[in-house]
């Protein structure tokens, strides 16, 4: 009976440490995640000469001329950014970057299957944010803990 009860009590505080190292696991991913649309859009702003010839000859944007599609995709890799890195109206930035990621796979036909991989993998991590939102370690977390206690004097 002791063994067990030491099992539970060992159970009980790896669950705490692992409660207590959520919010640092959220904001590392987080900034991970952001990192790499930062970067893809300082790319595209950085030749933009080139950026203008792959969306005018590569990507297949549907709906959208070229031009606004460059413009559009590297102002949404910037701004869902940092908005994600931030926690700063997180879920938008995430679901902007989400219909990005999910363009940039239907209109670039010729993505690698390793390319494809990691567009899957984005576009999960960019669906976890939204739904699960930032995380404490964020300005939305602080300004709803805020209105929350605005709310309820």
């Not at 009590?9 to 409660?19: A, E, F, K």
């Not at 938008?92 to 299957?113: C, H, R």
């Amino acid at each position: 009976m002791r063994i067990f009860a030491r099992i539970i009590r060992v159970g009980l505080w790896t669950v705490g440490m692992l409660d207590r190292a959520s919010p640092a696991a959220d904001l590392l991913v987080r900034l991970w995640l952001a990192n790499v649309f930062w970067k893809s859009g300082l790319v595209k702003l950085s030749s933009w000469s080139t950026t203008l010839m792959l969306f005018n000859y590569e990507y297949q944007v549907p709906l959208l001329p070229p031009e606004a599609a460059a413009v559009l995709a590297t102002a949404v890799e910037i701004g869902g950014a940092a908005l994600l890195a931030l926690g700063l109206g997180a879920r938008a930035g995430a679901a902007a970057l989400f219909m990005l990621n999910l363009t940039a796979v239907i209109s670039y036909p010729e993505l690698s299957e390793s390319g494809l991989r990691d567009h899957y993998f984005w576009g999960i991590l960019l669906l976890l944010y939204f739904v699960h939102g930032p995380g404490r370690l964020s300005f939305d977390h602080l300004i709803r803990t805020r209105l929350s206690q605005t709310a309820a004097r």
